[in-house]
């Protein structure tokens, strides 16, 4: 059972753009959402992390916004940069003895076009 | 601070061997976690150990296992070896907190079985 569904599957954004990831889970356990992106050849690493109390977290030209009724939430990259071409997986996971435990989405393969 | 580091990077077995992956976790965390990364299944959590013990396992045949040691760098083995065992072998580490802490991947280990 695929608990956190993430589309699209790949997604092609023009230099300058709004690169917009979605992602939905169905577990309400679930208090922990990070996005991870992960360069050919290496391993995934941390972009930005959300809980279900905050509607959007900001980062730089990266933002979370969660619907915490919907169970859903998405990574918006303002002002994408071929730089920003990758792959992006988000994730979730549950407070307690489970909290190591990440359950990711299927990813998305972002292409920034110069 | 040196990030988590993962032994060897690239390895070929031949089906029916064994082979023992290893994962030295950024220095102070407790916590460590392995993950498969396959192009079919995704991200997908395997075990994770904490102070030693193993805490949680995902659904994976108990052909892998693992360890760690008194240092908190730890070991994976898969035995007997199949084709589908061929994936991206994911080392993460964290704190080990209840709450969400933020975990880091190691490159990986790449492993072909042939």
């Known amino acids: 059972q695929q608990q956190v569904k993430q589309s699209p599957q790949s997604l092609i954004v023009q230099k300058g753009g709004i690169s917009i990831i979605n992602c939905a889970y169905e577990n309400t356990a679930f208090d922990y959402f990070p996005w991870y992106q992960q360069f050919p050849g290496k391993g995934p690493a941390l972009l930005i992390a959300?809980?279900?109390?905050?509607s959007e977290k900001k980062e730089g030209r990266f933002t979370i916004s969660f619907n915490k009724s919907a169970k859903q939430f998405s990574l918006h990259i303002l002002d994408s940069q071929p730089g920003d071409s990758a792959t992006y997986f988000c994730?979730?996971?549950?407070?307690?003895?489970?909290?190591?435990?990440?359950?990711f989405g299927q990813g998305t393969r972002l292409t920034i076009n110069p | 601070k040196a990030g988590v580091t993962q032994t060897p990077r690239y390895l070929i077995k031949t089906r029916g061997q064994q082979v023992t992956l290893s994962c030295s976790p950024i220095s102070g965390h407790r916590s460590v976690s392995w993950y498969q990364q396959t192009p079919g299944q995704g991200l997908q959590f395997l075990f994770e150990y904490f102070s030693e013990t193993q805490r949680n396992k995902g659904n994976f045949p108990g052909r892998f296992s693992g360890r760690q040691f008194s240092n908190s760098r730890s070991e994976m083995n898969v035995s007997t070896l199949e084709l589908g065992d061929s994936a991206l072998y994911l080392c993460?580490?964290?704190?080990?907190?209840?709450?969400?802490?933020?975990?880091?991947f190691g490159e990986g280990s790449w492993l072909t079985v042939v």
């Open positions: 959300i809980r279900p109390d905050v």
């Open positions: 993460a580490s964290s704190a080990g907190g209840t709450g969400g802490n933020t975990i880091y």
């Open positions: 994730a979730a996971s549950r407070a307690g003895q489970g909290a190591q435990k990440l359950v």
